[in-house]
């Protein structure tokens, strides 16, 4: 079973991008999934997560109001990047918890321990 994140490039500031979550292996529809993204230097930081069960999404403040998650029953699940800043530079990935050990993964923390995610796909944001 292997997510992989795909999708990232170069965008100006006050652009788009539009990236996506793909799972093989298994049906991504069944498990709450999660966009989280890491800057050079930086730590971790969960950006947007969607349910699986009512299709319900969280934001981090961050984004909130610029990326927009969704997903389709074509097992992909997409993170929609507007109005994009340098700050949202770093590469991007997508993860779940394959063994449904909380209640509500979309709660947080995204990533958690044990969380899995493949590949990220780098998003370059210039000023």
């Known amino acids: 079973v292997q997510l992989q994140a795909s999708g990232g490039g170069l965008a100006q500031s006050g652009g788009s991008l539009r990236l996506s979550c793909r799972g093989s292996g298994f049906n991504l529809g069944y498990y709450d999934i999660a966009w989280f993204r890491q800057a050079p230097g930086k730590e971790r930081e969960g950006v947007a997560c969607i349910s699986s069960a009512d299709g319900s999404t969280y934001y981090a403040d961050s984004v909130k109001g610029r990326f927009t998650i969704s997903r389709d029953p074509v097992n992909a699940v997409y993170l929609q990047m507007d109005r994009l800043k340098p700050e949202d530079t770093a590469v991007y990935y997508c993860?779940?918890?394959?063994?449904?050990?909380?209640?509500?993964?979309?709660?947080?923390?995204?990533?958690?321990?044990?969380?899995?995610w493949g590949q990220g796909t780098l998003v370059t944001v210039s000023s």
């Open positions: 993860a779940t918890d394959f063994q449904l050990r909380r209640l509500s993964y979309c709660s947080g923390p995204w990533p958690d321990a044990g969380d899995s």
